[in-house]
């Protein structure tokens, strides 16, 4: 289907019921799919209630196709081919198997500088293959042109070179070069890397750290590829790619886990060796190079069962066993810190989809001392199930308080609220474990109840003990309010409260 059926007159419904499949064309030529346009997005998700993501290389991307479209269809999950990719992705940071070495070509070393401490502090060895190697010989102190040296560099430079000396692990970067006359570009010649000549410009490994690299890779049983071999644009066949790819075929055959990153890598080695089908392929750099960032891929994010980064729940709690109460929107984060001064035997989490807001948290959290207490900013209704399943405790209560106001429009409420979370709260509920709802809007409140009701799959009761003839609970069970119901009492307003049960399976199951 062209796209100006999309962005042009209203389609006609007989014909999409009589469709089979749909194709529509250049998204990416409307500034709407690149601004994540809502009413782009509606029109896209139009007539659709189930979305299935399979375009995991522009995972990264806030488009209209890959994130907006998720906020009107009935559910969003990955494809078999996303999924896959996913899968690959998270592994290329296991380290079950050491030795494990990276090898990084390509430039943008600032960009990459926070991916590359990572892999310093998880990696055995970190071996520089592409333009990054210079900043890092600079930062050496080795004699380098400074046509080959990024500004800005040394910084972060030094920071990779220290941790890689507190942890003991080396770092290898080309000792000579294959060059190219810059005036005769058939002419070639190898140089070591403190004398390069002026007129010569390196394009690819020489022999000598093709020899360095094989003796570290040799006893190797992870390999991690990312970026491109060569130095520079130079498109004649040289030695090092050759030789670089019939070492990462070897260890590969000899039970080594490989994974080559990046379209150019994969070209380079297809193009020197034929496919290395034993090697693991990833086509999109980029993707990887934020998940190594530990930034939140939106594609992923967007889907409701989401996939975060695992969680370390040691760290995070000093007993990740206590009861776990939940607070969903979690705002400023008072009321979860007043909560987690009181109840010491229990661990507080608060799940805010606000960056600032929840750094505002931690930060309150480091300087209150509290190691029962945490913020995720996240958006919960895609990552709740994710998240809260690896929890090893029993997670007790889970609170939505005082929903945004913006999200209080009919058009909107239900976005605030969705299915797919209501019943990710209900299955992780502990038995007898309480859901608390409030707000100073009656009808919001009333529609988060129906919907508890209505989708907590007949595991949910309503609590009455306290609760007035109007059918809302009088006061605040705990005695404690977050800023904003504090402010709404205040003002001398009504809060609109209720408390839920989660039933025991067996009385559930009779009551179905």
Not at 84 to 110: A, C, D, H, Y
Not at 156 to 165: D, F, G, M, S, W
Request: proline share 4%; aromatic share 8%; glycine share 8%.
């Amino acid at each position: 289907m062209p796209t100006n059926g999309v962005s042009g007159s209203a389609l006609n419904m007989e014909d999409l019921e009589k469709a089979d499949v749909l194709l529509l064309e250049n998204l990416s030529n409307f500034k709407e799919e690149v601004a994540n346009c809502p009413t782009f997005s509606r029109k896209l998700s139009s007539g659709v209630d189930i979305f299935v993501n399979d375009a995991f290389s522009i995972s990264h991307k806030m488009l209209a196709s890959n994130v907006g479209v998720t906020c009107f269809c009935f559910a969003s999950i990955a494809g078999f081919h996303f999924e896959e990719e996913l899968s690959k992705l998270q592994e290329t940071t296991e380290t079950t198997k050491r030795p494990f070495i990276v090898i990084i070509g390509g430039g943008n070393f600032i960009k990459k500088a926070a991916a590359l401490r990572h892999l310093a502090y998880i990696c055995d060895g970190l071996v520089f293959v592409g333009k990054m190697a210079f900043q890092i010989m600079n930062a050496l102190g080795s004699s380098v042109s400074q046509n080959f040296v990024d500004q800005g560099t040394l910084e972060e430079a030094l920071k990779i070179i220290h941790i890689a000396r507190d942890r003991k692990i080396p770092i290898l970067f080309p000792k000579d070069f294959q060059c190219v006359h810059d005036h005769h570009p058939g002419l070639l010649d190898i140089f070591p890397a403190d004398g390069i000549l002026s007129g010569w410009t390196p394009v690819d490994l020489g022999p000598g750290s093709i020899m360095e690299i094989y003796s570290l890779l040799s006893e190797c049983k992870k390999i991690l590829c990312i970026g491109p071999v060569k130095f520079g644009d130079f498109n004649q066949d040289t030695c090092g790619v050759h030789e670089l790819t019939s070492m990462l075929e070897s260890t590969c055959e000899a039970g080594c886990d490989v994974t080559v990153i990046c379209n150019t890598a994969y070209e380079s080695i297809e193009k020197a060796r034929g496919s290395i089908s034993c090697c693991k392929m990833l086509s999109s750099s980029a993707i990887v190079w934020e998940f190594l960032n530990r930034r939140a891929l939106p594609g992923v994010a967007a889907l409701d069962r989401a996939y975060p980064f695992a969680l370390d729940w040691d760290d995070i709690f000093d007993d990740p066993f206590q009861p776990l109460t939940v607070d969903i929107g979690s705002g400023n984060g008072l009321f979860l810190l007043k909560m987690a001064e009181r109840w010491k035997t229990s661990n507080f989490l608060g799940l805010e989809i606000n960056k600032k807001l929840v750094q505002r948290c931690l930060s309150s959290v480091i300087q209150s001392g509290l190691k029962n207490s945490y913020f995720i900013s996240t958006n919960a209704t895609s990552t709740f199930r994710s998240i809260i399943s690896s929890y090893p405790g029993e997670l007790v209560l889970v609170s939505i308080q005082c929903p945004n106001p913006d999200f209080n429009r009919p058009e909107h409420r239900w976005r605030m609220l969705q299915r797919t979370l209501i019943e990710a709260i209900a299955d992780l509920l502990a038995t007898n474990g309480k859901i608390f709802l409030q707000s100073d809007i009656e009808a919001v409140a009333a529609k988060m109840k129906e919907q508890f009701i209505k989708y907590g799959k007949g595991k949910l009761a309503i609590l009455n003990d306290g609760v007035s003839s109007a059918g809302w609970m009088e006061e605040n069970p705990f005695g404690i309010h977050s800023d904003w119901e504090q402010h709404v009492v205040d003002r001398g307003a009504p809060m609109f409260r209720l408390m839920l049960k989660k039933l025991d399976s067996n009385v559930s199951n009779q009551n179905s």
